[in-house]
């Protein structure tokens, strides 16, 4: 089970808004640590999508948006895309692990 | 641009130890901005996160590996390693290794960008 906890799936139809939340607790999201959230495409790599809860690496389009509160932080996709159908992973630091934690991920469908 | 590539065995029997190397290409793996860092995946599961280390050779690692990990840096090679001993099939997973910046005066609380392509070791006799 994972520390960060995230919907199994979510869908969506094309052009339509998607959100994914990622629940923590206080020793983690709660305690103030930032959140980052990543996209894995099938079969590749884990890709940066959002760092520090709301900021976009350059090359990430602007359909990607982080927020975040108190114990839980959320991921939006508007206008969704066929392309965008994969499982996302949030992350934070756990200050009782003294390290990285993920959620356990969300896939995104796409009807 | 960074490139990170992981390598080593596909294929490791139980109670051994598995070795892999993460080799960094197009950028110093001795940055003062940046640790070095190592992420499984079992096939279908989530992302877990196994340990750190910085050039010096300052690391540290997920404690529910019950330190199992050792986690070392070649500056010479541009290259960090992993080891984790007597691995059960528990351990099959795609292994990645990313760079882990340090900001705003912290080195541990950011994010892994970015990743290699991971490589497969299966645990079987």
């Known amino acids: 089970q994972s520390v960060l906890t995230q919907p199994p799936s979510v869908s969506g139809a094309p052009g339509q808004r998607v959100t994914i939340s990622c629940t923590g607790t206080s020793s983690n999201i709660g305690a103030g640590y930032d959140v980052h959230w990543y996209q894995q495409l099938p079969g590749t790599a884990p890709k940066l999508l959002i760092y520090?809860?709301?900021n976009r690496p350059s090359g990430v389009p602007g359909r990607f948006s982080g927020s975040r509160s108190a114990t839980s932080a959320s991921l939006a996709i508007s206008g969704l895309q066929a392309e965008d159908e994969a499982d996302y992973y949030c992350?934070?630091?756990?200050?009782?692990?003294?390290?990285?934690?993920f959620g356990g991920g969300t896939k995104v469908t796409v009807l | 641009q960074l490139q990170l590539q992981e390598s080593g065995p596909g294929l490791v029997k139980p109670s051994e130890t598995l070795s892999l190397t993460c080799t960094v290409s197009?950028?110093?793996?001795?940055?003062?901005?940046?640790?070095w860092g190592w992420i499984r995946q079992p096939p279908g599961k989530g992302l877990e996160w196994i340990g750190n280390?910085?050039?010096?050779?300052?690391?540290y690692d997920n404690p529910s590996l019950k330190s199992r990990v050792t986690i070392s840096v070649d500056t010479s090679k541009n290259q960090f390693s992993l080891k984790l001993s007597s691995v059960t099939a528990a351990d099959t997973a795609v292994y990645y290794c990313?760079?882990?910046?340090?900001?705003?005066?912290?080195?541990?609380?950011?994010?892994?960008?970015?990743w290699g392509q991971g490589t497969l070791v299966t645990v079987s006799s």
């Open positions: 990313a760079r882990h910046p340090c900001s705003g005066g912290s080195c541990h609380r950011n994010w892994f960008d970015p």
């Open positions: 197009g950028g110093s793996i001795s940055s003062s901005s940046y640790y």
């Open positions: 992350q934070s630091y756990d200050s009782s692990l003294s390290g990285s934690v």
């Open positions: 280390i910085y050039y010096s050779g300052s690391t």
């Open positions: 520090d809860n709301i």
